[in-house]
């Protein structure tokens, strides 16, 4: 499971270093990186990757509704590798996309994670977890226990 958040910096070329015990969790698996549904980037093992998308295979071509969503999707996602220093290459139009400069903070999401750029992500927790109490109800509304 990816949990908790890290600072990372982005170098020049558009590298960023994954977390150690991320790397542990990914293995050898291929990374899919994808920018649709959010103001951040979705990194996906392979393994997670397919079982997110099954849905997906099952889409008939002649319904152009759905194969527009397939399009989205698959079109907004790349595929990465993790290189031999931890790192992987987040495509520019991606990162621009999510806003994504010199620092981004990599964000544990169950069986995937997110990158988000630093400003971005600061703002997001200002404006959604304003307080501990506000948390409290909304994970006893969902019935989650802690």
């Known amino acids: ?12 070329k558009g590298r960023l270093i994954i977390p150690s015990k ?3 969790m990914i293995g ?4 899919y990186v994808t920018s649709a549904f959010s103001d951040n980037l979705s990194v996906y ?6 079982e997110h998308t099954k849905s997906l ?19 907004s996602t790349r595929e990465v590798s993790i290189d031999p220093q931890g790192r992987i290459l987040l495509p520019q139009d991606l990162r621009e996309e999510a806003a994504i400069g010199k620092e981004a903070v990599v964000v544990g999401s169950d069986d995937y994670f997110t990158i988000w750029g630093a400003e971005r992500w600061d703002e997001e927790c200002r404006r959604k977890f ?9 994970a006893k509304a969902l019935g989650v226990r802690f």
Do not use: C, Q, W
Request: hydrophobic fraction near 30%; aromatic fraction near 10%; charge should be negative.
């Open 45 to 50: 093992p392979e393994s997670a990757f397919r």
């Open 22 to 24: 991320f790397r542990e």
């Open 28 to 31: 050898r698996e291929t990374l």
């Open 57 to 75: 295979t099952e889409i008939s071509s002649t319904d152009e509704e759905l194969m527009d969503l397939k399009n989205y999707i698959l079109s």
């Open 130 to 138: 304003r307080s501990k109490e506000e948390m409290r109800k909304k």
């Open 1 to 12: 499971m990816f949990i908790g958040s890290f600072r990372h910096s982005v170098d020049g």
